[in-house]
Every structure is written in C-alpha cells, then in structure tokens.
C-alpha cells in the first residue's frame, strides 16, 4: 500500500469518524461536551456536599 493510499485511507475513516464535521466543528463541540461535564462535576460535588452536611447534622443528633 502506498503513502497516498494509506492517506487517502486515513483521510476516510477521519471524515467517518467526525460524522460529516469540520475539525473545526468538530473542536467546538468537544469544548462544549467538556464544559457541560464540568458543570455536571460541580452540580455532583455540591449534591455530595449537601449530603454530607446532612448526615453529619444527623450524627450530632444522634449523639454519634
């Protein structure tokens, strides 16, 4: 197989693999994909810590 047609090849499964986007496009939506996880990763330590402070309300209650 030659260069070209491994590049060719390449250039292929690349277009396959961003599903008819840009590189451009493609950027863009990791970065808002990235900053909604983020997001959810703040939302789930706030939950988290909420419990938290919860349970141990509960404790001193308790005595514990």
Do not use: C, F, W, Y
């Not at 491994?6 to 840009?22: F, I, P, R, S």
């Not at 990791?30 to 404790?59: T, W």
């Amino acid at each position: 197989m030659s260069d070209l047609d491994v590049d060719q090849q390449a250039e292929k499964m690349l277009e396959a693999a961003l599903g008819g986007m840009t590189p451009h496009e493609a950027l863009l939506e990791a970065s808002r994909a990235e900053s909604a996880d983020v997001e959810g990763r703040a939302a789930a330590i706030a939950r988290n810590r909420e419990r938290a402070l919860k349970l141990l309300a509960a404790l001193e209650k308790t005595g514990g």
